[in-house]
């Protein structure tokens, strides 16, 4: 049922107050393809948790809610298991399911707030992985067309926080189901400093996915504001991928920069240090900010406005470009 006027502060992470001309969940694809028959020539939004997205003002359209939903094995062997799961499951309780049944390879994304199905959007990563890693196609509704086409890793152009649904094909699809293939013979990645160090904290010596995917959840909750007491949307920021030069110039100045190899003979920074440095972090106007933890992540502390934070994003991308000479780009979709 479409509702009109809709609030959809419950259904960003960052909290923000503002309306949907008109909204609602579908959780079928005859349902989807019901509501697109009343669409008009309204513009279309379509929301999964809500957790990478900034409302900068009301939306003049039709929002639609994914809520496809079910968890399948659908192939499995001595060594793998293929499952496939809907868009709108929620991607923790997919991790948990595998992690229960001993199924590995997204035991280091535990926590990520939002939709399986908006896992491929930015090929969602964490702790040394990311969901190209385990990813083998999914199913996306071409909302020109009413076909449901299938989309393989290579076709999904995945690369640091991006895919062709970002980008080429950006507004053109509903990924509705997404298939991984995942392990019962585990390769555990611990590489990742704090989860060694975690790891460490819990005397375990020779973990098992479980805990690592308690290691990650723990490292997560220590660092990452809980948007359901504070609103955020995680690191509203890439990390900068740069020229090495770039690097060189800003260790003249620092000696310890946080730097990791990235293709191409270029160097990705940490745009949380860089903000750091720069002296925003922790900084608070009345209700947001830039949070006190982790300066890549801004924040909304009540009743902020998504422009306030945009404005406040805005300001750092020039101030970080003013004194390292590096261009912050957005992760988080501005709308
Ligand atoms: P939404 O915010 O609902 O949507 C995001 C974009 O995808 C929108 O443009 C939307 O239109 C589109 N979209 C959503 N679902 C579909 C669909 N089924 N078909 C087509 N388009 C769709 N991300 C990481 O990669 N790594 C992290 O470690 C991480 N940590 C986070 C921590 C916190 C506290 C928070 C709040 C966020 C974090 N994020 C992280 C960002 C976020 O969790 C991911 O980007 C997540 O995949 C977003 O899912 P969602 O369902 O909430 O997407
Ligand atoms: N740092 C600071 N100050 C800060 C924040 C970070 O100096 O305020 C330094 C840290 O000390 C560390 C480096 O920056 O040396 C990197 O920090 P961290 O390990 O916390 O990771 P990040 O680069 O800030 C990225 C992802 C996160 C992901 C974590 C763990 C991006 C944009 N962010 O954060 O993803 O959870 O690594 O893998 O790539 C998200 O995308 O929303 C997200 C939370």
Redesign the pocket.
Known sequence: MIQENFNLRPY??FGIEVFAKRFSAFSSIAELKELLTQRNDDPL?????????LFTKDFDGLVLR?ELNGIEVIDENDTHVIIKSG??EV?HDLVLFCVENNYGGIEN?S?????V???P??????YGAEIKDVFVSLE?FHIESGEIHSFDKEACEFGY?ESV??RRLKDQ????SVTYKLTKQHVINSSYGAIEAELEKMEVIDPTIKDISDAVIAI?SSK????AEIG????FFKNPVVDPLILESIQRNYDKVPNYPAPNGKVKLAAGWLIDQAGWKGKTFETYGVHKMQAL?LVNYSDAKGAQIFDLSTQIIADIKDKFGVELER?V?I?
């Open positions: 960003n992470t939004l379509f929301l999964g948790g809500g957790s990478n997205v994914n868009a709108g991607w994304l926590l990520i707030p939002g939709s199905g908006a896992s959007m930015q090929n969602i990563g964490a996306a926080r649904f970002k699809y509903v990924i509705t997560r990452l504001p809980n948007p955020n949307a995680g690191s992540v992760e979709n709308l």
